[in-house]
């Protein structure tokens, strides 16, 4: 039987020492390549977010190649941003963390949150400017609403219409690609009104015909659920209190998510439509005479301060 060459000679054997030397040079070259590959990697922050308000698609760039420089600078490690307009083109492409609309993720989710945008203004109907608040009077007209998800539907149904009719059946409801779209075509005359958050109107020329309560400012989630822990937990803690600028009434993330509660709570409510009470315009006139009961005589109060009984009615 043949014996390896090496069976025979001592640990301490030269030939031994260089084979284990060798073997503990690999193992630490491999631990220090696998070091380099993870300060290497570059992570990926996507924004989706269609209904916050950018001039245009230059200033949606900048604000998340902002914000993936602030959690470079927090966290060490090589971070880019990258934006989308379309659902269809953010979901095909890979990205860690995203920074995405508020009212979209409450539709459709897409991940663990991590942080919150700060602040919770209220969302509204906005129309043309000077049109009347009366929503009665656009009964038929068109409704243009960013594609940020159905529950925008919810939401005017329960507030707006306050269940007393359904979006779709009261409104001509057409969509956009995203609220600046929606905006632009109520200010066109092509859309009677749209629903964004209510800042936005003033920004964009138009009246609030209906404010309602707070809305979903976008959102910061764990996209890539395959992270290594330390580094997840890295870039989760980077987006709490990170303060930026370029995204109009978006200025940093935090804690909170009252917009989104609130948001969910009234779009996703139970569409009972209420019965309008029926009106009739002839006046009925009521005239109140004496009774007397039979066997019995008239009865009538003697004074404001007396109780007067009824008398016995037949069985």
Do not use: C
């Amino acid at each position: 039987m043949n014996r390896h060459p090496l069976a025979h000679r001592p640990v301490g054997s030269a030939p031994v020492r260089l084979l284990l030397a060798a073997m503990t040079f690999l193992m630490v070259a491999l631990v220090v390549q696998n070091g380099h590959a993870q300060e290497d990697r570059e992570y990926t922050v996507a924004l989706f977010a269609p209904d916050v308000l950018f001039p245009d698609a230059v200033s949606k760039a900048n604000f998340i190649q902002s914000v993936a420089q602030a959690v470079a600078g927090r966290t060490g490690l090589k971070v880019k941003g990258q934006s989308f307009a379309r659902a269809e083109d953010f979901k095909a492409r890979k990205a860690d963390y995203a920074v995405i609309g508020g009212t979209y993720y409450a539709s459709a989710g897409g991940g663990k949150v991590v942080a919150f945008a700060a602040g919770d203004p209220p969302m509204a109907l906005i129309g043309q400017a000077g049109a009347s608040s009366n929503v009665a009077l656009l009964k038929g007209k068109t409704l243009i609403l960013p594609r940020s998800g159905n529950l925008l539907e919810g939401w005017v149904t329960a507030t707006v219409l306050d269940h007393e009719a359904r979006a779709k059946d009261f409104f001509k409801i057409i969509y956009s690609k995203d609220v600046q779209s929606a905006l632009a075509a109520v200010k066109l005359g092509q859309a009677d009104a749209t629903v964004a958050f209510a800042p936005y109107a003033a920004q964009s020329g138009l009246s609030i015909l209906y404010n309602g309560p707070a809305g979903p400012l976008p959102v910061v989630v764990q996209v890539n659920d395959k992270l290594e822990p330390e580094v997840a937990s890295k870039l989760e803690a980077a987006f709490g209190g990170l303060s930026v600028g370029g995204g109009g009434i978006v200025t940093g993330f935090g804690g909170g998510g009252k917009g989104l509660k609130s948001f969910r709570g009234f779009a996703v409510s139970r569409p009972q439509v209420k019965r309008p009470i029926m009106t009739d315009d002839r006046v009925v006139q009521v005239n109140f005479e004496l009774v007397t009961a039979e066997g019995e005589t008239v009865w009538e109060r003697t004074g404001p301060e007396d109780i007067v009984p009824l008398p016995p009615l037949p069985e």
